[in-house]
């Protein structure tokens, strides 16, 4: 049996028992039974139409469970709706269902975890192992999930900015695990990107692999980070930078600008540098002002405050820092790395040591510490 064909129709044939009448978990019940069928059959008599296939054995899963339920013995009435023998419909309903995991009374990470089982496919012990938690914890959150977006119809027009913004928590979760969720996102946007024309969409999967291209460089052997500018840009994947750049390109033509597709030009100025010194931060800062424009967020005016300070200077950046509340995460960082380039070396290892006491691991934490020791060894000197 072929694994690949049978996860990229896995989350259609659930969309289709769903928006026929099945509750979520009991149509996923049923899929998984379906699965178990397709395993003992398909190698000795494949199917000529393994959707068509999947859909008909699942639906009757899922009407046998109904009527051996006596509290559900109200759905019997579906029985007359069982589909016909034949192909199934070509419509993709996949996107159905990454609406419906990204239901707006679900939590941003029961959402995440949600969408990577039911539109991803990968088994409640990998997506445990990938989030470093037991997996009863984790089954007991994607059950909550379940629950809470059971009865909800697929009708209703879904919200292609909460997609995205789920999208984009599994990029971020990291790389532990036996599932590597940054590539796990990216190939769960690609099929997005293959059934939605959205430049948003586009923007993001742009963003995606313009930043994935870089994963390599990002930390030593050792685990330390290793800074933008201090990365061998020779180790970067040229071939998913051309990839990202060409499709923000063509969304960008479309002239209907979005936050990813602005995030994704900032990384595309980044990658397009030879070095960190021909970086065109003037550029950086106009796509910052987009970005400031259209989120107003102050964890972009923050990154903005650090554009600024490459491309008009060190006191330019700290001016458009204080503009900014100092409990922002990270700002004490961003005061640090300007005070030193504004040579004020003395006050660039106080916030250094200050930002390490604030950092939100142990990586970011082990960096600013040795940026503020290394300062402090040299003024020693």
Not at 8 to 20: C, F, G, W, Y
Not at 101 to 109: E, G, Q
Not at 303 to 311: P, Q
Not at 332 to 350: F, N, P, S
Request: aromatic share 6%; charged share 25%.
């Amino acid at each position: 049996m072929n694994e690949s064909l049978i996860r990229s129709l896995t989350p259609s044939v659930l969309a289709i028992l769903v928006r026929r009448g099945a509750d979520f978990a009991a149509a996923e019940d049923a899929v998984q039974e379906a699965l178990i069928e397709a395993v003992r059959v398909w190698p000795a008599d494949p199917p000529r139409d393994p959707k068509g296939w999947l859909v008909t054995v699942a639906w009757r899963r899922f009407l046998d469970a109904t009527r051996a339920d006596a509290a559900r013995r109200r759905r019997e009435d579906l029985v007359d709706e069982e589909p016909a023998p034949g192909p199934a419909p070509a419509v993709d309903d996949t996107l159905q269902l990454y609406f419906l995991c990204a239901h707006p009374s679900l939590t941003p990470s029961s959402a995440v975890a949600l969408t990577l089982r039911a539109v991803g496919g990968l088994t409640t012990r990998q997506i445990a192992q990938a989030y470093l938690v037991p997996e009863a914890t984790m089954a007991q959150r994607i059950s909550r999930a379940k629950r809470t977006v059971s009865g909800v119809q697929f009708d209703r027009p879904g919200d292609v900015a909460t997609v995205l913004r789920v999208l984009y928590l599994v990029f971020n979760e990291g790389y532990s695990g036996d599932v590597d969720l940054a590539a796990e996102a990216i190939r769960l946007t690609r099929q997005l990107a293959a059934t939605i024309d959205h430049p948003e969409v586009a923007g993001l999967l742009a963003l995606m692999l313009l930043h994935h291209a870089r994963r390599a460089t990002r930390t030593a052997p050792d685990g330390s980070l290793v800074p933008l500018a201090e990365q061998d840009r020779s180790r970067w994947d040229t071939a998913s930078i051309a990839e990202g750049v060409e499709i923000l390109q063509a969304a960008l033509a479309r002239d209907r600008l979005g936050e990813f597709q602005a995030q994704a030009a900032i990384a595309a100025l980044h990658a397009d540098a030879p070095t960190a010194e021909e970086t065109d931060w003037v550029q950086i800062v106009e796509w910052y002002d987009e970005l400031v424009r259209l989120t107003d967020s102050p964890v972009v005016r923050l990154n903005r405050a650090v554009a600024v300070g490459e491309a008009d200077g060190p006191r330019a950046g700290l001016a458009a820092l204080a503009a900014l509340n100092d409990s922002l995460p990270r700002h004490t960082a961003v005061a640090a790395y300007l005070h030193e380039r504004d040579g004020d070396l003395t006050t660039a290892a106080r916030l250094y040591a200050e930002a390490a006491r604030k950092a939100p691991n142990l990586a970011e934490r082990d960096y600013l510490t040795r940026q503020a020791a290394r300062l402090n060894t040299g003024r020693g000197r």
